[in-house]
């Protein structure tokens, strides 16, 4: 029986030895401020700081990892058509005899996935981050990182004796906290939500926001309408909107209600719900309208500027074949456009190209398709796949023994910025 660590003049310790008194340990780093990253956002490299972490690779395998002084790290060329996921790995070899980090690359596809991670005693690894390459772009930005160190089936915090600290609970409420506060920055960032008081009564007095005065006023009335939405919702702005005066700012919403309203060119019976405010200096207060049809098929929004209205923006675009919809999203100060584009028939065991006849397209942000039996693509069954790419010109859809009917068919949909629908 090994005795570690006992005085005997007789006995001679090895590294196996001494693994023992690291094998309780469970794998993970020793805490979350190990192994940070760096990047600048303007080449393809990562900077990975110092850190202490441990590999429990069997019942009697214990090591003890560190990343003295950190280092940098240059990420493989994307592929041209489809996205992949790297991942930032502390990678023991036991036949190497070597500890390090390094980068895996994924494999590039439509939908893809971070490399698997391997554990067993010949090479065990711990996940730091996983990163998004999007395709043809070799920048790294922080946005395409997620963090993988607190996540317990990737990497997790080293916890000493029989009890671990399960930290799958603590990494998800911080991924969903994360989550919910980018959705409420881009809301707010594409107007459709606005920095105010949570709830929904009216406030009861002034509310100092760095010596900005705000007071809100409701008008909870219901509006019945048998004109155009638009001019309902202009007349409501022009004429309903409380006066604004001194430091203060005035906010009122109403709920519009109507028969037969007419809508992006159709006759439809819609509820809207408009959101107006207005505060010193503007010379017209600004109204956000939601609009939801009566089947809940249609979702859009529109901003009207004093009796104005812009431009309709779709939540939820019908996506018509070869019809181009504006979006309430944006991209790098672009409006974010969508099209469903009809591919024809499926090829077999090979790659179409399709032009989709979009003029001046500067980002390609997303491209899926749908069968015409009602399968979304990318679709994988077996060793049957469908994969669908876009770029500034073209569409391609790529097979790999699917089997196909000969009249089944596809529809693209594709949602990217031009220069045509620049913001200002």
Known sequence: MVTYPMDNYYRDYNAEDAELYNCPRSSGIWTEEDFPYTV??????????????????????????????????????????????DAVVIQFDANAVNTEIVIKSGVAKSDPEPPAIVRTEAVYELHLYHIYRKPGNPIVKAAD????????????????????????????????????LRAEIAAVKNDSAYMMRDGSTAMTGPLDLGGNIITSTRIPEIIPVNDTLENAVRDFVVHKMPSVSGDQAAVAEAVIQGEELTFAGKPQRFCAKIYKYAKPGDVFPVAVVDAVSADLATHVRMSIIGNIPMDWRYVNPPFEANVEYLTTDRYDGMIVCCKAVPLGKIPYNTTASIPHKIFGVENVLRCVAFMSSGEPVPYFRGDESVEVCADKTEIRIRTKGFKSQPTQTAVARIWYTSRSERED
């Open 145 to 180: 990182i997620t963090d993988k160190r607190l996540d317990p089936e990737f990497c997790g915090l080293m916890a000493d004796a029989v009890t671990q600290i399960d930290t799958s609970a603590i990494n998800q409420q911080v991924q969903d906290f994360i989550a919910q």
């Open 40 to 85: 600048t956002g303007t080449d393809s490299k990562i900077y990975i700081g110092p850190g202490l972490g441990w590999i429990r690779n069997g019942k009697f395998r214990g090591k003890v990892v560190a990343e003295k002084y950190g280092d940098s790290y240059n990420l493989s060329v994307p592929d041209q058509h489809f996205p992949r996921i």
